[in-house]
């Protein structure tokens, strides 16, 4: 705990080894930042951007997008808002935003808008919502609490819900080139380079892949400073 943490400390500090001390200072912080985002989840029912919200969406089709962006959130992390998850309701379009700052994705959702908006809800417990409701068409809305409630006619779970205003959306631009690759010959590619990955590298280079899309070829290429990865395969472009 931290005061335990911090009490040990400040009573004996002059006894403990420097790599005690260390971990005493990394358990206090990381449990500092699990007390904020607790108290970030009870007390920040904030106001919700552009007024309410009304979306239908099958459960199935949610289900499924909901776990592809929450993929890239983490619950690790310094910044509250990054345990969150968007839900972005505009032009008729639904969309799903999840990002660790290193990595972001967005995934677009077939559903109805019947009320657009923008708001953050915190990325596992929307995630558990969704799993335990019934197949079936879904309503995903605002009430005039700034709660997030999901029906489908018979059980209505309620979450809090927060102002989507300073998520950190990640930029994606436009490719010049598109292709398309199944998605078990990109997995294989990737399980044939990641082991050559640097993964603590003060060359922040090395820590990623370098891709290159060129005619009907994709090549993937990793490399740590002592061993280098290659893999191509063909795709259709």
């Given at each position: 705990?931290?005061?335990?943490?911090?009490?040990?400390?400040?009573?004996?500090?002059?006894?403990?080894?420097?790599?005690?001390?260390?971990?005493?200072?990394?358990?206090?912080?990381?449990?500092?930042?699990?007390?904020?985002?607790?108290?970030?989840?009870?007390?920040?029912?904030?106001?919700?951007?552009?007024?309410?919200?009304?979306?239908?969406?099958?459960?199935?089709?949610?289900?499924?997008?909901?776990?592809?962006?929450?993929?890239?959130?983490?619950?690790?992390?310094?910044?509250?808002?990054?345990?969150?998850?968007?839900?972005v309701a505009e032009n008729d379009e639904i969309s799903l935003h999840g990002t660790d700052l290193s990595m972001g994705v967005v995934?677009?959702?077939?559903?109805?808008?019947?009320?657009?908006?923008?708001?953050?809800?915190?990325?596992?417990?929307?995630?558990?919502?969704?799993?335990?409701?019934?197949?079936?068409?879904?309503?995903?809305?605002?009430?005039?609490?700034?709660?997030?409630?999901?029906?489908?006619?018979?059980?209505?779970?309620?979450?809090?819900?927060?102002?989507?205003?300073?998520?950190?959306?990640?930029?994606?631009?436009?490719?010049?080139?598109?292709?398309?690759?199944?998605?078990?010959?990109?997995?294989?590619?990737?399980?044939?380079?990641?082991?050559?990955?640097?993964?603590?590298?003060?060359?922040?280079?090395?820590?990623?892949?370098?891709?290159?899309?060129?005619?009907?070829?994709?090549?993937?290429?990793?490399?740590?400073?002592?061993?280098?990865?290659?893999?191509?395969?063909?795709?259709?472009?």
């Amino acid at each position: 705990s931290i005061s335990g943490n911090a009490g040990i400390l400040l009573s004996s500090e002059e006894n403990i080894d420097k790599y005690k001390r260390k971990q005493l200072y990394a358990d206090i912080y990381d449990d500092s930042l699990w007390l904020i985002n607790l108290v970030e989840n009870l007390l920040a029912i904030t106001k919700i951007e552009d007024g309410k919200m009304k979306l239908k969406i099958e459960k199935g089709e949610l289900q499924k997008k909901v776990a592809l962006a929450s993929s890239a959130i983490s619950q690790k992390v310094s910044m509250p808002i990054l345990t969150k998850m968007v839900i972005v309701a505009e032009n008729d379009e639904i969309s799903l935003h999840g990002t660790d700052l290193s990595m972001g994705v967005v995934a677009s959702v077939d559903g109805e808008v019947l009320e657009g908006g923008r708001i953050a809800v915190e990325s596992k417990v929307f995630t558990d919502v969704v799993k335990k409701m019934p197949e079936g068409t879904l309503t995903v809305k605002t009430d005039e609490d700034g709660n997030v409630v999901v029906s489908n006619g018979k059980v209505r779970l309620k979450l809090s819900c927060a102002d989507a205003e300073n998520y950190p959306y990640m930029e994606f631009h436009d490719m010049e080139t598109v292709a398309l690759v199944k998605e078990c010959e990109l997995k294989n590619a990737l399980k044939s380079v990641l082991f050559s990955l640097a993964t603590d590298a003060s060359d922040k280079k090395m820590t990623g892949a370098h891709l290159v899309i060129q005619d009907k070829d994709l090549t993937l290429t990793c490399l740590d400073g002592h061993r280098i990865a290659i893999f191509k395969l063909t795709i259709e472009q």
